[in-house]
């Protein structure tokens, strides 16, 4: 397949760059927030005009000046990076604020670049904004079009625009469906995005010290043993009394959100730390047994950990060993690289249990038969189990039909849970039960 246009926005900052991803993407969103610097990362999604399709970049706003802020600075060099890389270019201004020397730096550095640009006038709907709009023909980029972000005019024009200037066509194919969908998530500063770019082998994703760094969540695939697996970095997920900007509340969302479409949960904890926090222990049990998302918890930060710190981490989840039992764990150093290679192979395994189909005779002798070993009771009353089907895989879901279904409340459901998981390899996959009369 022939590879696809890179259309990057560039613009200075708070200029409505994310607002007008937001509107041309299909299935990723940036942040949009009236604060300078929101996005840090890139983030890219293929968009579709008509019989053409396209990979459109968001970056942070580009400056000429070095920032003594080590995470400004990084998300200045990305979008320059993505600039001097891209094949055309969407220029956006701000049109209520009219042209300021900032954007006639911008343009002089575009125009070195070369690429095609379109300059993309915001705000179009305020009437400053119309009256401004000619006078960003003196960037020397043709014809300026005014758009909506918010409202969404122009927007139309703006795709026929891009489509008939793009210099590589790449006709609309049926997109590929991931064979799974894999979240990254833990608090911030744990590793998540170190690890992003160790499993792309590239640096996707800025890393910083800095708890925060990445504000939304990030999109990528890879593809092992020709199967594409999608990948989502997420923002750290902080307690709820700890988040008090409303941009931390956008990044919390952005996250349970990625959490809900994912089939595949690697939670990442900070072992150096000697435990999990009482945050990252509910974060397990909500993805596990809330959301019924497969799980694998990754140790990350071996380098610094020693047997002294092992143990007390042992002590420190022993009363929640019903849980570890179940999930699948991994030791790994994102510093070092330990075990890094065998995350993905791992993925694919419990992705296999997480979807596999189980047989509706073999479910029921197996369940039927622990009950004639131990039989079960509500008060007085002889709990029954007649058939058991499996009705949905991703997760596993099993239909019982049963004498009283109200007789079969946690610890009967816990107790079938624990012989499927003595007669199935079922490491770090959760199963949903549904006790019913018929």
């Given at each position: 397949?022939?590879?696809?246009?890179?259309?990057?926005?560039?613009?200075?900052?708070?200029?409505?760059?994310?607002?007008?991803?937001?509107?041309?993407?299909?299935?990723?969103?940036?942040?949009?927030?009236?604060?300078?610097?929101?996005?840090?990362?890139?983030?890219?999604?293929?968009?579709?005009?008509?019989?053409?399709?396209?990979?459109?970049?968001?970056?942070?706003?580009?400056?000429?000046?070095?920032?003594?802020?080590?995470?400004?600075?990084?998300?200045?060099?990305?979008?320059?990076?993505?600039?001097?890389?891209?094949?055309?270019?969407?220029?956006?201004?701000?049109?209520?604020?009219?042209?300021?020397?900032?954007?006639?730096?911008?343009?002089?550095?575009?125009?070195?670049?070369?690429?095609?640009?379109?300059?993309?006038?915001?705000?179009?709907?305020?009437?400053?904004?119309?009256?401004?709009?000619?006078?960003?023909?003196?960037?020397?980029?043709?014809?300026?079009?005014?758009?909506?972000?918010?409202?969404?005019?122009?927007?139309?024009?703006?795709?026929?625009?891009?489509?008939?200037?793009?210099?590589?066509?790449?006709?609309?194919?049926?997109?590929?469906?991931?064979?799974?969908?894999?979240?990254?998530?833990?608090?911030?500063?744990?590793?998540?995005?170190?690890?992003?770019?160790?499993?792309?082998?590239?640096?996707?994703?800025?890393?910083?010290?800095?708890?925060?760094?990445?504000?939304?969540?990030?999109?990528?695939?890879?593809?092992?043993?020709?199967?594409?697996?999608?990948?989502?970095?997420?923002?750290?997920?902080?307690?709820?009394?700890?988040?008090?900007?409303?941009?931390?509340?956008?990044?919390?969302?952005?996250?349970?959100?990625?959490?809900?479409?994912?089939?595949?949960?690697?939670?990442?904890?900070?072992?150096?730390?000697?435990?999990?926090?009482?945050?990252?222990?509910?974060?397990?049990?909500?993805?596990?047994?809330?959301?019924?998302?497969?799980?694998?918890?990754?140790?990350?930060?071996?380098?610094?950990?020693?047997?002294?710190?092992?143990?007390?981490?042992?002590?420190?989840?022993?009363?929640?060993?019903?849980?570890?039992?179940?999930?699948?764990?991994?030791?790994?150093?994102?510093?070092?690289?330990?075990?890094?290679?065998?995350?993905?192979?791992?993925?694919?395994?419990?992705?296999?249990?997480?979807?596999?189909?189980l047989s509706a005779a073999d479910l029921t002798v197996l369940l039927q038969e622990a009950l004639t070993r131990r039989p079960l009771y509500h008060k007085t009353q002889l709990l029954k189990l007649f058939r058991v089907r499996q009705v949905k895989e991703a997760p596993i879901t099993l239909l019982m039909i049963v004498n009283?279904?109200?007789?079969?409340?946690?610890?009967?459901?816990?107790?079938?849970?624990?012989?499927?998981?003595?007669?199935?390899?079922?490491?770090?996959?959760?199963?949903?039960?549904?006790?019913?009369?018929?």
């Amino acid at each position: 397949m022939k590879e696809l246009a890179s259309v990057v926005i560039v613009g200075r900052t708070n200029v409505g760059k994310s607002s007008l991803f937001n509107r041309l993407a299909t299935s990723v969103k940036s942040l949009t927030f009236d604060y300078e610097g929101v996005t840090r990362d890139f983030l890219r999604d293929t968009v579709c005009w008509k019989d053409t399709c396209f990979d459109l970049i968001d970056t942070g706003g580009i400056s000429f000046r070095k920032s003594q802020d080590t995470l400004a600075e990084q998300a200045r060099l990305v979008a320059l990076s993505m600039v001097d890389k891209s094949d055309m270019l969407i220029f956006v201004v701000d049109g209520a604020a009219g042209l300021l020397p900032e954007d006639r730096e911008i343009a002089k550095m575009l125009h070195k670049v070369g690429n095609p640009v379109v300059v993309v006038v915001n705000k179009i709907d305020v009437r400053a904004s119309q009256e401004n709009i000619f006078e960003f023909q003196r960037l020397g980029f043709g014809q300026p079009l005014g758009v909506s972000c918010q409202h969404g005019t122009g927007i139309g024009d703006l795709l026929e625009t891009l489509v008939e200037k793009l210099p590589i066509k790449t006709e609309v194919r049926p997109e590929a469906k991931p064979k799974c969908k894999v979240v990254l998530l833990g608090k911030p500063n744990v590793g998540k995005s170190s690890l992003l770019n160790l499993l792309l082998k590239e640096e996707r994703a800025i890393v910083s010290q800095v708890p925060g760094t990445t504000r939304e969540a990030i999109t990528e695939h890879i593809v092992f043993h020709q199967e594409d697996i999608q990948l989502t970095d997420t923002p750290g997920i902080r307690k709820k009394r700890a988040v008090t900007e409303p941009i931390e509340t956008l990044m919390v969302k952005s996250s349970l959100r990625a959490l809900e479409d994912a089939d595949i949960v690697l939670l990442l904890v900070d072992a150096s730390e000697g435990q999990l926090s009482d945050q990252e222990l509910k974060l397990a049990f909500y993805a596990f047994t809330e959301l019924h998302k497969a799980l694998i918890i990754l140790f990350n930060k071996q380098d610094l950990v020693d047997e002294s710190l092992k143990k007390q981490l042992e002590y420190q989840l022993a009363p929640y060993a019903q849980l570890m039992s179940k999930v699948e764990r991994l030791d790994i150093s994102c510093k070092t690289g330990k075990n890094i290679g065998h995350i993905v192979p791992l993925v694919t395994e419990v992705y296999k249990r997480y979807t596999q189909q189980l047989s509706a005779a073999d479910l029921t002798v197996l369940l039927q038969e622990a009950l004639t070993r131990r039989p079960l009771y509500h008060k007085t009353q002889l709990l029954k189990l007649f058939r058991v089907r499996q009705v949905k895989e991703a997760p596993i879901t099993l239909l019982m039909i049963v004498n009283v279904p109200s007789w079969f409340g946690k610890s009967q459901i816990g107790f079938f849970d624990n012989i499927m998981r003595k007669g199935y390899e079922l490491k770090g996959v959760p199963i949903k039960y549904i006790p019913r009369t018929n």
